[in-house]
């Protein structure tokens, strides 16, 4: 049950500025795995996120992006080089974060979780580029175009940062809950029945 003094409030989403073209710093966050729909199917297939945080580079306002999340997503296959793009996004991200080629051996041997887990804390650098949204033209998003190794450390992220960025987490997953719920209507759109008052359970 919850709390009775836990209180619910309205806000306006929040959106921020783009980041720039421009390569940034960044620290592996997490490394997780869902199961996502194909597109334009109700099969389901694995998807393997690389969550990262930047750690310096400004927005395209000047402002400080430190903290700002950006993920790579993709369905996790064997490590492959193709003719035409290269190394697939599981060998580009592995090889970045360790900061060097796989050898012949850990190739035969592949990638585990348990490897993946090990880098989560480690450092690289992420080229972005704007792409236009293929739903909506006029919007935009930062795309992860490659992934390099760090030159350098930079300062990583502070226990206390680490925790800003959980509990951010946690209140938008809990906003998308509440939109799942409700539909995303705001409060005073949404049906009597549908108030927490008076759901009868």
Do not use: H
């Not at 500025?17 to 099969?43: A, R």
């Not at 999340?69 to 974060?97: D, H, M, Q, R």
């Not at 804390?121 to 006029?138: F, I, M, V, Y």
Request: proline residues 3%; contains cysteine.
């Amino acid at each position: 049950m919850l709390n009775e003094n836990a209180q619910f409030i309205k806000e306006e989403s929040k959106s921020f500025p783009l980041l720039k073209n421009d390569i940034y710093q960044c620290q592996l966050l997490d490394v997780s795995m869902s199961k996502n729909k194909k597109y334009q199917s109700e099969e389901e297939e694995d998807v393997l996120s690389f969550e990262f945080a930047i750690l310096a580079g400004k927005d395209t306002e000047g402002n400080d992006a430190r903290l700002r999340l950006l993920a790579k997503n993709f369905v996790p296959t064997f490590l492959y080089i193709s003719g035409k793009t290269g190394k697939n996004w599981l060998y580009k991200i592995v090889e970045a974060l360790i900061g060097r080629d796989l050898t012949k051996e850990e190739e035969a041997n592949g990638i585990s979780g348990k490897t993946t887990n090990f880098l989560v804390g480690k450092q690289c650098r992420l080229l972005l580029e704007k792409k236009a949204s293929k739903k909506d033209a006029a919007k935009f998003y930062a795309n992860i175009a490659n992934i390099l190794s760090a030159d350098a450390d930079f300062t990583p992220l502070t226990d206390e940062e680490l925790k800003t960025i959980k509990e951010a987490k946690e209140k938008k997953a809990s906003k998308e809950n509440k939109d799942e719920f409700t539909g995303g209507m705001s409060d005073d759109e949404i049906p009597e029945e549908l108030k927490p008052e008076n759901v009868p359970f």
